[in-house]
Every structure is written in structure tokens, then in C-alpha cells.
């Protein structure tokens, strides 16, 4: 299921560009995946292809969109609107993929009332008449940290069951909500991992900068030895 929206990326790129069809080496080479494993996926919806043509981009468009459940409309609803949810507000790519941005909500009364996006910011007295009355599906957590429980716990309470959670912070669930969470910063703590571990690896790479060389403890060693004393 995870492999599904890269196809369809891929995919819709295809069409974009007006391409009828794609073989299996094409298609898996522009989603990052090998071929084999893409035409086992793609089995699982009943598209085999055809030998010596390949797959007819629109049919699969239609096929995979059915599967992830984007043919119908997804109200969705953005809660903390500072940058990163003025910027999730203001995106253009919701409507072409299925979601409808319903609502936009803040805890600060100096935010509410303002006009994004061409939608009026609503305060968060409004959740619950909000999430009942747009009929919203999704709930988007882009607070900071310390306010995203409470958030989470009222989209719960008023029957949300589906979370995109931007907070950097883990949230707490019952079952049968599904939470996905997008943490920019530990993407980047990954990415920095890669590259020192490159640095280490080829000579000829380049000194990291001063700021980020590993720091000497105060016992002498590199920084990130464990402690003298371990809690117990």
C-alpha cells in the first residue's frame, strides 16, 4: 500500500506529459522500486499489463486512485496555523489528488478571522461543530509540540479516526485511529547520518565545517560516548 502513491506519482506525471502507455522497467525506474517487485504490486489489482505494450497509464490512474480511495472527495481540516499550516493551506495539490481543504482552525483569537487561502480562519471553539457540520474525514496537526495531544484527543473525541500529525511529537491513540506523522527534522538527522557516514568512508570527501565536527567530552572523548554513570 505504502508503494501505491509513488506509482501513482509516477503515473500521473505520465499522463501529464501525455504518455498512453509504460512498460514495467519505465514505471518502476520512475518510482524508485524494481521491476519485478512493481509488477508483483500491480498484480494484487488485477492489471497484469499487456506483453509488449505495457500498462495504459490512465486505466492504472484509475485503478491505483480507486484502490487508495481518491475517487470520492476527502474533507480535510488543518489545525495550528502558523508557517508550516499557511503553507499547507496555500498548497494547490490537495484538490487534483482527492483531498478538499474544508477548514482551517486556530487556538489564537489574533489568527482567527483571517483570510487564507480564500478561506476564513475559524477558532478551535469551532472544532467540533466543524468536523459534524463539513463532515470532515482527516484532521492535520500542524501545532506545536506541547499542543498536538490536546488537539488529537478533541478530533478523536469528535469522531475523526485519521490523522496526518506534523507536531514533532508522538501521539497517543485508541485504537482503531490511525495516526501518520511527518517529522522533517528527523528526515534531515537521517540524511546527516548518511553523509557522515560517506565522509568517513571516501577521503576525498570534503572536512565537514567547524560547526559540525564532533565535539570532545569532558572525559576526552568523541561527543556521543555513553556517560561515566548510567542510570539505573
Request: hydrophobic share 45%; glycine share 10%; net charge negative.
Amino acid at each position: 500500500m505504502a508503494r501505491l502513491p509513488l506509482y501513482l506519482r509516477a503515473l500521473s506525471a505520465l499522463s501529464e506529459r501525455g504518455v498512453p502507455t509504460v512498460s514495467s522497467e519505465e514505471l518502476a525506474a520512475a518510482a524508485g522500486v524494481n521491476s519485478a517487485k512493481l509488477r508483483k504490486d500491480l498484480s494484487y489489482l488485477g492489471s497484469y499489463g499487456t506483453r509488449g505494450v505495457g500498462y495504459d497509464v490512465e486505466y492504472l490512474v484509475y485503478q491505483i486512485s480507486r484502490e487508495l480511495g481518491l475517487t470520492q472527495d476527502w474533507p480535510v481540516a488543518i489545525i495550528g496555523i502558523g508557517n508550516l499550516g499557511h503553507a499547507l493551506a496555500n498548497y494547490g495539490g490537495f484538490a487534483s489528488r482527492g483531498f478538499r481543504v474544508a477548514a482551517l482552525l486556530d487556538a489564537d483569537r489574533a489568527v482567527a478571522g483571517q483570510r487564507i487561502a480564500g478561506m476564513v480562519v475559524r477558532h478551535m471553539d469551532d472544532l467540533e461543530q466543524i468536523v459534524r457540520d463539513d463532515h470532515v474525514s482527516i484532521g492535520v496537526i500542524t501545532t506545536p509540540a506541547p499542543a498536538a495531544q490536546g488537539v488529537c484527543d478533541r478530533l478523536v473525541a469528535a469522531g475523526i479516526t485519521s490523522i496526518l500529525n506534523f507536531a514533532p511529537t508522538v501521539l497517543s491513540v485508541p485504537e482503531g485511529v490511525d495516526v501518520r506523522k511527518v517529522d522533517l527534522s528527523i528526515e534531515l538527522q537521517i540524511l546527516a547520518f548518511h553523509e557522515q557516514r560517506k565522509s568517513a568512508v571516501d577521503p576525498a570527501a570534503p572536512d565537514l565545517p567547524a560547526a559540525a565536527q564532533p565535539a570532545a567530552s569532558p572525559a576526552g572523548g568523541p561527543a556521543g560516548d555513553l556517560p561515566e554513570v548510567m542510570p539505573a
